[in-house]
């Protein structure tokens, strides 16, 4: 068998790493399923792969170093999965650019154009030693977004009060009632 394309067709589960045996294989589609796991090792076995497509799944983990071990391979595609850590740069891999790796946020590195950070995780989640994942909130845009949300609702709500005389009397008696109830002592009117 030269060839196996099983693409669109609903598989799910992980790679079976007994698929590196097929070692006479020179084009493998996987495309367009629902696999998830990590790209198995024994695909550094395939010496003879001219076509591998494992794009469209959920893949996760870091691309095994060991595939620059594939001479022949000219296409290549992992594009939206869930890979994370730096794709290998040497061998085939140097021809590959951002365009084989589309849609897979926790990959960075030269090849990418986008810096690691040094996390093995992706960058918007950590973990929070319980085996959750936690996203990670920008405090600042946080407190600025909640400080004009604050401001606009002020804002509207004293508009409403001008214009409504009706709800401006019914506003104001009920500051009343509860500066009397909680206030008793308060003179609230001088």
């Known amino acids: 068998m030269t060839g196996l394309d099983l693409s669109c067709n609903n598989l799910t589960g992980i790679i079976p790493s007994q698929i590196g045996n097929l070692q006479k294989l020179i084009a493998l589609n996987l495309s367009h399923n629902y696999l998830s796991g990590p790209i198995p090792i024994t695909f550094s076995n395939l010496t003879q792969i001219e076509s591998l497509d494992l794009s469209y799944n959920k893949l996760s983990g870091e691309i095994p170093s060991q595939l620059t071990q594939l001479n022949f391979l000219s296409t290549f595609n992992l594009s939206y999965n869930n890979l994370s850590g730096t794709p290998p740069s040497t061998g085939q891999f140097q021809d590959f650019d951002e365009d084989n790796y589309r849609g897979n946020p926790g990959l960075c590195g030269p090849l990418l154009n986008r810096k690691c950070k040094g996390i093995a995780s992706s960058p918007s989640s950590q973990s929070n030693g319980t085996g959750e994942k936690e996203t990670k909130v920008d405090m600042t845009s946080f407190y600025w977004s909640f400080i004009a949300s604050y401001i606009t609702i002020l804002l509207a709500f004293i508009t ?9 009397k019914a506003w104001f008696y009920y500051i009343s009632k509860v500066m009397g109830t909680c206030f008793p002592t308060f003179p609230l009117y001088w």
């Open 160 to 168: 409403v009060l001008c214009f409504n005389a009706r709800w401006r």
